[in-house]
């Protein structure tokens, strides 16, 4: 059988093949001219992105280092941004400014020699040998100056030397100086606080806003304290003048709002000016409101007769023998004017009778008197937004001795900050309320408060600190239409292991209008020395009291209390009403 061979077919093209080479080629077209021109297109289009991408390179090879740098050092000076601080009328304490610093990019410089010795002759302050040892390094950025003047930066700029250049930082300025300095703190020269409600900022949230990159000066809003500028410039004021005509060592006080535990002013001679953080460094500037405990003499014995009165074993006619020392052991008590008789609760008040208000004590017993004074908080640690706080000095073992010479403030050292938050519990009503530098409503203060006393004792005892200004050792400090109550603090500093009567820390509180207290006062002189005026004493109601006095005559009008004249005495206006009440 014979075949035939196979015809080749042609395949048919798919309709939707043709629709596509046509669309793409059109019809009748040389394809390879067209081909030959997009071949062409795209090695232009190349040679254009190459040429790009090796000019980028050139660039970052000649300017890696600095643009690196500068990219970096930029991003340290936004997380440094702090936000502002200011007082509870919205004066500003502290802020952040533009500051212009000074680096150097080794790599970069041509000519170290001349670039050292330029600089060091525009800076005199630059070490030689530092400069040098930076400028040769291998790296490609190094700080040589933080924090220059405009004037520097100009002078520096025409000199034209390559490799040097600024960066704008964020600098820590304080406008009012020394005024607020031992509560606002201050920072280091990376703007990270190290004292202080700088401090506190950094260690409730801000340090870790910077690590996050949040911490930048838009997204931060100014943190309001419970300082008044306005008062803390007056009691800064009466403390420097009397520290200078007393001849004091030192000087301190502060103002309190006895129903929201707001401080409201804080002083404590001598300070430093923040913007020189070297004055910082000095032992003597302490914060010797939270920082340094003390024995607070007489003022304590507001919280002896406290816990008499809140007990119910004693009322303010209950009588005390005080017709002579009181003697324990080898121990004598002694009475600084005595009166030879018994003598009422109120009288031991009134008189500052040391022996009365260690037999109080002894009535209520030792386990007693240390329960009493650890719930008004005078035997722990207390804890604010300020960082600097101290332990209180407490007798490791608590005899009747200790309570003997503790009823009169001596035996015990505590902060003062610590005493002014215990008689604040003592004039409010009985409410014991943990101090703040930080703006709180009453409302936010009844939250967190405790209630330690009876409102009656509260009573009572605001009637004795009345009572002492009317007649008492606080009479000096009695300004007309403030109705002011007060006690005075005279503690004798232990000199080589003995108490001495020429070296004493006076105290004196005050509490203001005495019928319905909105504010405590506490001033505090370091070993005052006798005036002809003072008579040749140097007791607290010679120097402190006065100073009070002064004190509460500028601040009053600035806090709101208005003056109020003819009122009653105490017995009538602030006792009389309690037992109305009852």
Sequence with gaps: MTGSAPTAVKPTEPWRQRLIRS???????????????????????????????????????????????????????????RPDIVDRNGE???????????FGEPRRI??????????????????????????????????????????????IHRLGIPGIGFLRENKRVYPTGAEVA???????????????????????????????????DRLQRPV?????????????????????????????????????????????LPDFDPNNPKEAHDPDRINRLTTGVYEMGSTFKALTLAMALDSGKANLNTLFDARGALHYGKFTIHDTHPLGRQITLSEVFTFSSNVGAARIALAQGVEAHKAFLRKMGQLDRLRTELPESTSPIVPKRWSELNTITIAFGHGLSVAPLQAVMGINAVMNGGYLIPPT????????????????????????????????????????????GYYIGGKTGTSEKVVNGRYSKKQVLNSFTAIMPADNPQFQVLVMLDEPKPLPETHGFITSGWNAVPTGGKVIERIAPLLGVEPRFDLPPSERLILAASKGSQ
């Excluded at 802020?95 to 212009?100: A, E, G, I, L, R």
């Excluded at 509560?183 to 202080?196: E, F, P, R, S």
């Design 23 to 81: 669309l793409l080629y059109g019809r009748n077209v040389d394809r390879a001219a067209k081909a030959r021109a997009r071949v062409g297109l795209a090695i232009l289009a190349f040679a254009a992105i190459y040429a790009v991408i090796g000019g980028r390179l050139v660039m970052f090879a000649i300017g890696a280092d600095n643009h690196a740098a500068r990219r970096t050092a930029a991003q340290d000076a936004i997380a440094t941004a």
């Design 92 to 102: 500003v304490l502290a802020t952040d400014v533009k500051s212009p610093s000074l």
């Design 110 to 155: 041509i000519d170290k020699d001349e670039a050292i010795e330029l600089l060091t002759a525009t800076l005199p302050d630059l070490d030689t040998g530092e400069v040098r040892e930076r400028l040769s390094s291998k790296k490609g950025f190094v700080w040589l100056k933080r924090e220059i003047t405009p004037k520097q930066q100009q002078q």
């Design 182 to 216: 031992h509560l606002i703190g201050l920072v280091n020269i990376d703007n990270q606080g190290i004292a202080g409600m700088e401090k506190w900022l950094d260690n409730n949230g801000l340090a870790d806003l910077h690590r996050a990159g949040f911490a930048t």
């Design 224 to 268: 309001e304290l419970s300082i008044d500028l306005r008062v803390e410039h007056a009691l800064r004021d009466e403390l420097l003048k009397a520290k200078d005509k007393y001849k004091a060592k030192a000087a301190s006080g502060l103002v309190s709002n006895v129903k929201t535990g707001e401080i409201v002013a804080m002083v404590s």
């Design 437 to 480: 530098f930080l703006k709180r409503s009453e409302a936010e203060a009844r939250a967190i408060a405790k209630k330690v006393l009876k409102s009656e004792t509260s009573d009572k005892m605001r009637y004795l600190m009345r009572l002492n200004a009317e007649i008492g050792t606080a009479k000096k400090a009695d300004v007309k």
